[in-house]
């Protein structure tokens, strides 16, 4: 039977894609064709789209309801809507009922912003009450709570919008009071951004029992795992339980781990045939949780258990593809951040998922921070660095209150030791993103952490021949190289996409900044930087006939896909290789001119020039540029580089740019001409 893997649908449509036998093995050739790359991909439903705040709560306060008896748990406290009673340690707290009302409603929607109006409408229905009787109900509320005594924080005050319930609620199950090993991990009381996810899941294991979540590390597919299990507990009587692999070091102890997670006690050697006997006939759902670093015996008994027994349900959760029969793959995608627009406010910030976890876990951790319209570009620039990765997302709340908005922006992406302080009650490598990447690292192959961090060298998208120049080692053959990114792919460290039908590379803004400091552990980085500058210098040198035939708004965009690499390999050469510095200056001059950088590049010129005439101090000769060359501009594209010139800006500076060119080509020394500048 040949694997399928879920790819998201467009909208009402989802597309079934067959991975066949061949999925078993990784392909000698990672230059796939469009079919293979939409493989690599498995995806449901459209990343950019952001789901709407009102609908997230109203699909969480639904699932929540799903096996809660009408109990609400944060901190020591318990509030029983059936009863209308608060407890804390077991005992009565004494609240009047309209204060209930108040905190019932408040609780059912923890981290939503509530209007004072709509809580005095549900509080005081058909009354026309002032807003100091709300306050005084809400001080009550505190009072019970023991607000401020031990730094608790429950019930917010968000300035001009109304209150929200800032602690972390946890329904109780009908299912909690069953101990036993392999019960489900409490749930997070609200997942952002995962309402479409969540529905997807939960209905694939209906129709499809096996269901293998996909994604790096952080991107929230335990949690998303553990909300399916609580969301259709009731469907199999209980019998839903949790196996975390992610303990485990030998591999020979998974099927123990799922035995001893139902709760069965093995009687013989054989752990395979005797769990398969005892749960033939029973209707069950099993998590297998971090599948990864165990991925040959997690896949060996999800295939034995899923052909087996007919009415087990397996969800799992790694990142890469178990690739046995039956399974079927949900690749997980980040949460959706803001684009890079300008005059971002708060409000248009807000409207995405990524924002609006990072706006509550800063709330949770006590702050009174409140988004201004100021703050809002910050906050999305965040969201965009950390790539909608959540547990990144959480972790970049922690320093807010000590270094704010931009101090932590700033920092972010350069610093992985910035992002720590996760939950207590997390594994040890979801507590800092650097323990979560090192997870990660350690599971590669030999040559798969070789180009993995080289190939961090590339700030944009890149092609698989580029990974070959950068990151390929003498005497290793392409097909290894290939095979190494395939293998990237399908753990999960690579984003992919298709471009012109060829299949295009990206590392995520954090894991790059992992590679990049393995690659400086490994004593390589300029030696890679090198190959990488060499590289995009032929690059924008053999592309010039070809980019020139195409209309200028396609030009433009292929420049600006290169325009991050260019300005890496530019900032690296300048200082270390004086020829591929000055070589790279006069090959990126279109680029800068067709982009309207024209001025910018008059910087990296004026660099180039100050050290030829540093060469030419210690040289006889008239220049070191080499004589090969080519020319960056003909004459008549000469004239239509002034002609494109904005307005505002002196002529004839640009033509003083274009005799920079002339002088960098031919090696010219002109220090008086350097110097008006």
């Not at 753990?491 to 990206?506: N, V, W």
Request: glycine fraction near 8%; aromatic fraction near 6%; hydrophobic fraction near 40%.
């Amino acid at each position: 039977m040949g694997i399928v893997a879920y790819t998201r649908p467009t909208w009402n449509r989802r597309e079934l894609i067959p991975l066949g036998e061949a999925a078993r093995t990784k392909p000698k050739q990672a230059n796939v064709d469009q079919e293979q790359a939409r493989v690599l991909r498995c995806r449901w439903s459209n990343p950019k789209k952001a789901p709407s705040p009102l609908r997230e709560v109203k699909s969480v306060s639904r699932v929540m309801a799903d096996g809660v008896d009408g109990k609400l748990q944060f901190g020591p406290f318990e509030l029983s809507r059936r009863q209308r009673v608060l407890r804390r340690e077991g005992m009565v707290l004494p609240l009047g009922g309209r204060a209930l009302d108040i905190l019932i409603y408040l609780a059912e929607r923890p981290g939503e912003v509530i209007s004072k109006q709509e809580l005095i409408d549900h509080a005081w229905p058909d009354l026309n009450v002032a807003d100091g009787s709300l306050r005084v109900h809400v001080a009550a509320i505190r009072k019970a709570l023991g607000e401020g005594q031990f730094g608790n924080r429950y019930v917010a005050n968000i300035k001009g919008r109304g209150y929200s319930f800032v602690g972390t609620v946890a329904p109780e199950s009908r299912n909690d009071k069953v101990q036993r090993p392999g019960r489900l991990p409490a749930r997070l009381p609200r997942m952002i951004g995962r309402d479409r996810v969540l529905d997807e899941v939960r209905d694939g294991l209906r129709e499809e029992r096996f269901i293998t979540l996909v994604g790096p590390g952080g991107i929230g597919k335990t949690t998303i795992a553990v909300a399916v299990g609580h969301a259709i507990v009731e469907e199999f009587g209980g019998e839903v339980y949790f196996v975390d692999l992610g303990s485990l070091v030998d591999p020979n102890l998974v099927v123990r781990a799922i035995v001893t997670s139902l709760g069965l006690v093995p009687k013989s050697n054989d752990a395979n045939l005797e769990l398969l006997a005892l749960i033939r006939s029973r209707k069950l759902l099993i998590i297998l949780d971090n599948c990864e670093h165990v991925i040959e015996a997690a896949a060996s008994i999800a295939e034995q258990l899923f052909q087996g027994a007919g009415q087990v349900h397996l969800l799992a959760t790694s990142r890469e593809l178990l690739k046995v029969a039956g399974e079927y793959c949900y690749h997980v995608d980040p949460l959706g951040f803001p684009p890079a627009e300008p005059e971002q406010t708060a409000d248009s910030v807000t409207q995405y998922p990524a924002a609006q976890l990072f706006l509550e876990r800063v709330a949770a951790r006590g702050s009174d921070f409140v988004l201004t319209d100021s703050e809002a570009p910050f906050v999305a620039d965040m969201c965009r660095k950390l790539d909608g990765l959540p547990l990144a997302i959480e972790l970049a709340a922690g320093p807010v209150a000590a270094l704010g908005v931009s101090g932590t922006v700033a920092r972010l992406v350069s610093r992985l030791e910035l992002l720590k302080g996760g939950r207590r009650t997390a594994v040890p490598r979801h507590q800092t993103l650097k323990a979560t990447l090192g997870w990660s690292y350690d599971l590669l192959s030999a040559l798969e952490r070789i180009v993995f961090r080289r190939i961090a060298r590339f700030v944009e998208h890149f092609s698989l021949e580029g990974a070959k120049r950068v990151a390929g080692e003498q005497g290793c053959d392409d097909g290894e190289i290939f095979d190494a990114i395939a293998g990237l792919v399908e753990k999960s460290l690579i984003a992919t996409r298709l471009e012109q039908g060829e299949p295009q590379y990206r590392l995520l803004d954090t894991t790059r900044a992992y590679a990049l400091r393995k690659l400086e552990e490994h004593g390589e980085f300029d030696a890679i930087s090198l190959r990488h500058a060499q590289y995009v210098t032929q690059q924008l040198e053999s592309q010039r006939e070809s980019l020139s035939a195409l209309p200028m708004a396609e030009r433009v965009a292929a420049y600006s896909r290169q325009l991050g690499d260019v300005r890496s390999a530019l900032e690296w050469s300048f200082g270390y290789n004086d020829e591929i510095a000055t070589r790279l200056t006069i090959a990126s001059m279109r680029l800068f001119m067709e982009l309207s950088l024209l001025i910018e590049w008059q910087g990296w010129a004026e660099q180039a020039i100050a050290r030829l005439e540093d060469q030419h101090k210690n040289s006889r000769h008239e220049t070191d540029v080499p004589p090969s060359l080519p020319p960056a501009l003909t004459s008549s594209e000469r004239h239509a580089a002034l002609d494109r010139m904005p307005e505002g800006i002196v002529s004839p500076a640009h033509e003083h740019a274009l005799q920079i060119l002339d002088r960098l080509q031919s090696g010219t020394k002109d220090p008086a001409g350097a110097r008006t500048l």
